[in-house]
């Protein structure tokens, strides 16, 4: 090998496609220029320096981080959001549960046993207070003449004197 220099060693190093002298880096030459143009035609009219476009490529990183965590966000959120039908079957279990409620209500308030506050129907409040209303008054109704003891109030009373006592037993032996 000899020590002999090759012509490309002997060219000057050519600026990387990437940079350019308007201080945009990363952008094609054209997107470059655009950029230069328009911070030229911002303010005063005067060409921006390097700390500007710095300033200006720093504030546009931190809108753009602004609306990464945004979206990050809104990501999560549809993650935690629920489906139509997710929805409507958590609203009919809450129908289910305060109807339930309500008849436990219902019953206490008339005095049902929970056998009969089950029973309570009705599309509404009123329809089944309605209901609740009617089954208490049927299992609270006590039959015609029926006291508290279970006796019948309109039957004689039976005697205490003995000898009417004997006298009502049948004496048909012989």
């Known amino acids: 090998m000899s020590d002999t220099p090759t012509p490309d060693a002997l060219e000057p190093e050519a600026p990387a496609p990437d940079a350019s002298e ?10 470059a220029e ?3 143009d328009a911070a030229e035609g ?8 390097a700390d500007a476009l710095r300033a200006e490529l720093k504030a546009a990183r931190d809108e753009a981080a602004r609306y990464r965590v945004k979206a990050r966000e809104t990501r999560e959120a549809l993650k935690a959001a629920k489906t139509p ?3 409507a079957q958590i609203q009919a ?3 289910e549960l305060e109807g339930e409620l309500q008849r436990e209500r219902l019953g206490r308030k008339y005095n049902l046993p929970d056998v009969f506050a089950t029973l309570i129907q009705g599309q509404d409040d009123d329809a089944r207070e309605a209901h609740a209303k009617a089954l208490a008054e049927a299992f609270h109704k006590r039959p015609a003449g029926a006291g508290r003891g279970g006796l019948d109030p309109t039957d004689q009373p039976v005697a205490n004197d003995p000898a009417a006592l004997a006298a009502s ?3 048909g032996r012989h």
């Open 22 to 31: 308007d201080g945009v880096e990363g952008q094609d030459p054209p997107a």
């Open 34 to 36: 655009a950029a230069g």
């Open 42 to 49: 911002q303010g005063d009219g005067q060409e921006l320096d």
């Open 85 to 87: 039908e997710e929805v």
């Open 93 to 95: 279990r809450a129908e």
């Open 169 to 171: 037993i049948p004496r």
